[in-house]
């Protein structure tokens, strides 16, 4: 049961436009949203998170969007850059589960096009 | 953020072995968790290490296979035993500090079994 989704594996997009990677959840005792970037052979990097108390957050090029009550968030990059092109994972967690582990999206390629 | 160090960076096992990946994270982390990521897939919890006790493993996960250590606050291993070709996967270690909910996340261990 993907509690987690990202219907978009991949998206292209012009430098200096906006990119929307959009994420759906299931599991409404999730409370605390992050993007991740990754780079081949890295770890992933921390991008931005949001609480669920929230409906926006903002930190310098990047928002991330929070509908709760369509179990939607959307990160938004402007002006997307071509050392975006990375893979972006969504991920989740829920105090209510005590260890608040990361329940993470399938991921979704963005591709900047210079 | 944490700093989070892995070692080995790759390599390449026989079927039969197996393998220790070791992690270290700087002293602002308290809580540290193995994360599984097999190719073109998600990332997907193996387990959360404990301090000084037996780590709580996630559902399909088990010590047998996936013992990890965890002696002190900074330091903690993960042995994949047995391996054969389906534990092919980039291993991560992540770390969470005292009252936050981000997790920060070393550069990975990528493992090919032949």
């Known amino acids: 049961d993907q509690q987690v989704k990202q219907n978009s594996p991949s998206l292209s997009v012009q430098e200096g436009r906006i990119s929307i990677l959009n994420c759906d959840y299931t599991?409404?005792?999730?409370?605390?949203f992050l993007w991740y970037k990754k780079y081949p052979a890295e770890g992933p990097t921390f991008l931005i998170s949001?609480?669920?108390?929230?409906d926006k957050n903002e930190d310098g090029r990047f928002t991330v969007f929070l509908n709760k009550s369509a179990k939607h968030l959307s990160l938004h990059i402007v002006p997307s850059q071509p050392g975006d092109s990375a893979v972006y994972f969504c991920?989740?967690?829920?105090?209510?589960?005590?260890?608040?582990?990361?329940?993470f999206g399938t991921g979704t390629r963005l591709t900047i096009i210079p | 953020s944490a700093v989070i160090s892995q070692k080995p960076s790759r390599d390449i096992c026989q079927r039969g072995t197996s393998l220790t990946i070791q992690c270290q994270v700087d002293?602002?982390?308290?809580?540290m968790f193995w994360y599984r990521q097999q190719p073109g897939q998600s990332l997907t919890l193996i387990a959360t290490?404990?301090?000084?006790?037996?780590?709580?493993?996630e559902s399909g996960f088990v010590i047998d296979k996936f013992p990890i250590s965890r002696p002190n606050l900074t330091f903690s291993t993960l042995t994949v035993s047995n391996m054969s070709p389906e534990d092919s996967s980039i291993y991560l270690c992540?770390?969470?500090?005292?009252?936050?909910?981000?997790?920060?996340f070393g550069p990975g261990t990528r493992l090919t079994v032949l």
């Open positions: 949001i609480s669920s108390i929230k």
């Open positions: 599991n409404s005792m999730f409370d605390y």
């Open positions: 002293s602002q982390v308290t809580m």
């Open positions: 290490a404990n301090q000084g006790s037996e780590a709580t493993y």
């Open positions: 991920a989740a967690s829920a105090a209510y589960f005590g260890n608040e582990k990361l329940t």
């Open positions: 992540s770390g969470r500090g005292q009252g936050a909910r981000a997790q920060y």
